[in-house]
């Protein structure tokens, strides 16, 4: 719910710019880049139980779960093809794919820094 809530703030606070939904592409890629971040500590940590596991299940799959949204950006992109911007749809499926891909290796990055 917490996830959810958040990513309705964001969407109401980031515009659309020139057509494309940059609030759902800004929160998956923030998210990419939490989840990542949560995982590295998380797993050097210790073995996935206890504390470890319910923190993983509540932050990760809960609030990450809920505050990314892929499945709104494939509306958005087919959205964006239907209203006659196939490149534009492309473009934005993409660029989340690939950045999102980007954003958790940075993050998996950022917690093996913040680890040693």
Known sequence: MLGTGARYEAGQL?????????????????????????????????????????TRLHLGTGFLGAFTTYSAMAVET?????????????????????LGAAMTVLGIWAGARWSR
Not at 78 to 98: C, K, S
């Open 14 to 54: 980031i515009p659309a710019m020139a057509g494309l939904p940059l609030a759902t592409m800004l929160v998956n890629l923030i998210g990419c880049f939490a989840l990542g971040l949560l995982l590295e500590l998380l797993v050097r940590r210790g073995p996935d139980r206890g504390w470890l596991r319910l």
């Open 78 to 98: 087919v959205d964006l093809g239907w209203a006659g911007h196939p490149v534009q749809a492309a473009g934005y499926f993409l660029a989340t794919l690939l």
